[in-house]
């Protein structure tokens, strides 16, 4: 199974815009760029929800069959480990592998030799086309690649040939991803551990290296973007090479997470991709479920009564729902309205709070990420929070599809021109 070259990830927390989501892809194909959709949910939203990897194959498979799509589609196993990724063997057809928890770990000194004595006719100048003055490798370097990723890779390896026993080695796609731990991958480290994935034999086709910067949950680029842009091309430009160089599958490409709403790189990450003709995957996940909770609040009645109560008791809850979340959500309290305040709202202020609208001055990123992470509240509302789903369809609908097409496929791949 080969990755296309352009792909986006689309989470969808209640299962009720499928249709709405693949919607925007259509749009994009009708103005000329072919994007294929990848359904990620991971273990812990899942968890979360109470809902089965199996719901998400159903979800993608109506939706693809409502619209006649016909081109490919994916359903993600979305940070698993081999502790979680068993129920997602059989309705998955890509895996994101997370080693996150390994960085780090000290490997075993012979593992170490193995991989330092491999690298070290890499030491000096590494020249890689695209990168203007090529990059500096020492023996430091290449050992502190190996102390801090080689039982990482270790892990994947283990959990990819998990996966493959199972499933057979061509029925997926294999991402590997390091995103969701504290200090960022620099370009050179990415060039080694992937070459240390490729001596684990672990035929990945896209990879997630946490950047620079803060990639919040449904909100802006937090960051120096000219900084971001540098590694961001230096990191495209390392994946070619080393696709050569290791002899990884050719379609291997950078995977960016937490990637929904990300307005102030995108022109970085449009003129790089068309620069270096490189592929991209970008994980939206969770913004779908943000458009819920606005169509609610602008069809006012009992949708905005639900809307501020799922603000009401996120506000309440605070700590035990942003506990899954603190390395991806920035949210000072006091920036925070108090529901008392949201109660007194008409349908206008709280869509212009939550929606991501950079030049409106409703607009708080505080209240839109309380809100995103929030999702547990609307999942235990049940029945009464999904039938206001349906009730609000039409309005939903148009906000799901808009905000994957406008604000994010278009600028990311068409560019804003
Ligand atoms: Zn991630």
Request: proline share 5%; glycine share 8%.
């Amino acid at each position: 199974m080969k990755i296309e070259k352009y792909s986006i990830g689309i989470g969808d927390r209640f299962g009720h815009q499928g249709v709405a989501q693949l919607s925007a892809f259509v749009k994009a194909r009708e103005h000329g760029v072919d994007i294929v959709p990848v359904w990620n949910k991971s273990n812990r939203e899942h968890t979360l929800i109470g809902t089965q990897p199996g719901n998400t194959r159903i979800e993608a498979d109506e939706a693809a069959a409502t619209l006649g799509w016909k081109a490919s589609y994916y359903v993600d196993a979305d940070h698993i480990g081999i502790k979680t990724v068993d129920p997602f063997i059989g309705p998955s057809n890509y895996f994101t592998l997370d080693v996150a928890d390994f960085i780090g770990e000290e490997p075993a000194l012979d593992d170490l030799a193995d991989f330092t004595k491999y690298c070290s006719k890499f030491i000096g100048t590494l020249s890689i086309p695209g990168i203007k003055h090529g990059l500096d490798v020492t023996m430091e370097t290449v050992v502190s690649v190996g102390k801090k990723y080689l039982n990482a890779v270790k892990e994947a390896g283990k959990i990819y040939r998990y996966i493959a026993s199972r499933k057979g080695k061509e029925n997926f796609i294999t991402e590997v991803s390091t995103d969701e731990t504290n200090t960022p991958q620099t370009p050179v480290e990415l060039f080694f551990v992937l070459a240390a994935l490729s001596r684990e034999q672990v035929p990945l086709q896209t990879v997630a290296p946490k950047f620079t910067g803060q990639f919040l949950k449904g909100v802006d680029y937090v960051g120096d973007v000219a900084q971001f842009a540098r590694e961001f091309e230096h990191d495209v430009a390392v994946i070619a090479h080393a696709i050569k160089e290791f002899g990884l599958p050719e379609t291997l490409k950078i995977s960016i997470h937490s990637g929904s709403d990300k307005f102030s790189i995108y022109p970085v990450i449009n003129k790089t991709i068309k620069k270096f003709d490189a592929g991209l995957h970008l994980k939206t996940a969770g913004t779908t479920w943000l458009e819920e909770v606005i169509g609610l609040a602008k069809s006012g009645g009992d949708g905005l009564v639900v809307a501020k109560e799922i603000y009401a008791q996120s506000y309440l809850r605070f700590d035990e729902l942003a506990k899954p979340y603190l390395t991806v959500i920035d949210i000072p309290m006091e920036k925070l309205p108090t529901p008392a305040v949201v109660n007194k709202w008409r349908s206008a202020d709280f869509v212009l709070a939550l929606q991501h609208d950079p030049m409106c001055p409703q607009y708080s990123t505080a209240f839109r990420q309380l809100v995103h992470i929030g999702f547990k509240v609307a999942a235990e509302m049940g029945d009464r929070f999904t039938d206001l789903l349906d009730e609000s369809a039409g309005i939903i609908n148009n906000g799901v599809t808009e905000n994957i097409y406008e604000r994010h496929l278009r600028p990311i791949f068409l560019g804003n021109d």
